[in-house]
């Protein structure tokens, strides 16, 4: 007599669900142990019946089976996070990009210094030569202002402190005219 294949869904009649659970089971554990014996291969199997029984089969323990592959499991999460050594390159790479940054930051800040110093040391020259506040500040107006696309300096600031540079000279040249 030939096996009929039979339909995989949940079996309506519970005693016919109960026989099959438990025929199945034992086949199961019987799969487990062949494969235990043939292969060396450590197994562990646990199964909740539907009215919650525990049924367990283990080649060796279950515990030591659960704890073998809890080491297992944790390797594996240790894989995915990158290495030290991985991560310490990465660092020194942002450090080193940093300090190319603020390398460049200084500069750009002791050209500004240079600009402003010579600045202030035309309208001192023109204070002192005794211009007239008019002349003083056609002389600061003519000056050019910082070109904007000059390496990489914000062209808002630059223009707001030449400005506010121009408007401090002309004060500095109207109080000395009127002195």
């Known amino acids: 007599m030939a096996r009929k294949k039979i339909l995989i869904q949940k079996i309506d009649s519970i005693t016919a669900r109960q026989v099959t659970f438990s025929k199945r089971r034992r086949g199961l554990f019987k799969k487990a142990l062949?494969?235990?014996?043939?292969?060396?291969?450590?197994?562990?199997?646990?199964?909740?019946?539907?009215?919650?029984?525990?049924?367990?089969?283990?080649?060796?323990?279950?515990?030591?089976?659960?704890?073998?592959?809890?080491?297992?499991?944790?390797?594996?999460?240790?894989?995915?996070?990158?290495?030290l050594e991985l991560q310490d390159e990465r660092f020194r790479e942002k450090i080193s990009a940093f300090e190319l940054k603020v390398g460049q930051l200084i500069e750009d800040n002791q050209r500004l210094k240079q600009q402003m110093e010579n600045q202030y040391n035309i309208i001192t020259n023109a204070i002192e030569q005794g211009q007239s506040s008019e002349s003083t500040t056609n002389i600061c107006s003519s000056a050019d202002p910082p070109d904007p696309q000059d390496q990489h300096i914000d062209g808002?600031?630059?223009?707001?402190?030449?400005?506010?540079?121009?408007?401090?000279?002309?004060?500095?040249?109207?109080?000395?005219?009127?002195r």
């Open 34 to 83: 062949e494969l235990s014996t043939l292969c060396d291969a450590e197994i562990a199997l646990i199964v909740f019946s539907s009215t919650g029984r525990l049924y367990d089969y283990a080649s060796s323990s279950v515990p030591q089976v659960i704890e073998r592959q809890n080491l297992e499991s944790n390797k594996l999460d240790k894989l995915d996070e990158p290495s």
């Open 156 to 178: 808002t600031s630059l223009k707001l402190g030449w400005y506010i540079f121009l408007c401090l000279a002309g004060y500095l040249s109207l109080t000395h005219v009127e």
